[in-house]
């Protein structure tokens, strides 16, 4: 079992961000600006989905990893931080996910 958590990432995130667009791809996403770390985001996505309807296992666990780290990467690109996402995570568990949805309707 890995240590390894989003906190880090978001950290290795943070301090790649300070490099050189030709020497971090981190660097290299952020300095294009939000909407190409985004687009990159979407793209994670789709094959993260793929790869599920697909069924593979391997490929799934490599597309989740590109998703959460491009995801990290956009969250720093409009400076929100990891804690907030994940308080808002938490809040939401205070009832059932058929509850939290219901109540967004109204």
């Known amino acids: ?38 687009k ?7 094959e993260a989905v793929i790869a599920a ?3 593979d296992r391997a490929e799934l666990i490599a597309e989740s990893a590109d998703l959460l780290y491009h995801l990290l990467v956009v969250l720093k690109a409009r400076d929100v931080a ?8 938490e809040a939401r568990t205070a009832r059932s996910g058929l509850a ?6 109204s």
């Open 1 to 38: 079992m890995t240590t390894f958590t989003l906190s880090d990432l978001e950290r290795i995130v943070a301090e790649r961000a300070k490099a050189a667009p030709d020497e971090s791809w981190t660097a290299k996403l952020l300095a294009a600006g939000p909407e190409r770390a985004a």
């Open 100 to 105: 939290e949805k219901a109540a967004r309707k």
């Open 40 to 46: 990159k985001l979407g793209e994670e996505a789709v």
């Open 82 to 89: 990891l804690q907030d996402v994940l308080s808002q995570l």
């Open 53 to 55: 309807v697909k069924g």
